[in-house]
Nanobody, 121 residues
Framework: DVQLVESGGGLVQAGGSLRLSCAAS????????IGWFHQAPGKEREAVSA????????YYTDSVKGRFRISKDNAKKTVYLQMNELEPEDTAVYYC??????????????WGQGTQVIVSS
C-alpha cells in the first residue's frame, strides 16, 4: 500500500522558516506527482505546491510564490517543502498528496495524515 509520512511541522514566529518532508513508500511506478495541500480551521483544503517526478515541473499557489520552494529526491521518494518568510496566514495542517500519473488537475490518489504548522505573529 502507498504510504505518505509527513514530518517537519511545528511552531514558528512570523518571518521564520520551516521545512516539511514527505516520505512516500509502497509503490514502484515512477510517473507521479507529489505535493502539498493545506487546510486552515474552517476552510477548505487547497493545493499549495506540487512537483512532477519525471520532468520536475512545479506548481505553486499564488500566495506562496517567492516564499516556498518544493524539491524532490526521486531515489528516496521524498518531497520537501522549504517554507520561508512564513506568515500567520500560513497556519494550517499541511497534507502530503500523491497523484498517480502526470495529471494534477484531478483529485490526488493518496494522502498523508498531515502535519501542523503554526505561525505566530
Amino acid at each position: 500500500d502507498v504510504q505518505l509520512v509527513e514530518s517537519g511541522g511545528g511552531l514558528v514566529q512570523a518571518g521564520g522558516s520551516l521545512r516539511l518532508s514527505c516520505a512516500a513508500s509502497g509503490f514502484s511506478f515512477d510517473d507521479y506527482i507529489i505535493g502539498w495541500f493545506h487546510q486552515a480551521p474552517g476552510k477548505e483544503r487547497e493545493a499549495v505546491s506540487a512537483i512532477k517526478s519525471l520532468d520536475g515541473n512545479t506548481y505553486y499557489t499564488d500566495s506562496v510564490k517567492g516564499r516556498f520552494r518544493i524539491s524532490k529526491d526521486n531515489a528516496k521518494k521524498t518531497v520537501y517543502l522549504q517554507m520561508n518568510e512564513l506568515e500567520p496566514e500560513d497556519t494550517a495542517v499541511y497534507y502530503c498528496a500523491l497523484w498517480v500519473g502526470d495529471n494534477w488537475y484531478k483529485r490526488p490518489d493518496y494522502w498523508g495524515q498531515g502535519t501542523q504548522v503554526i505561525v505566530s505573529s
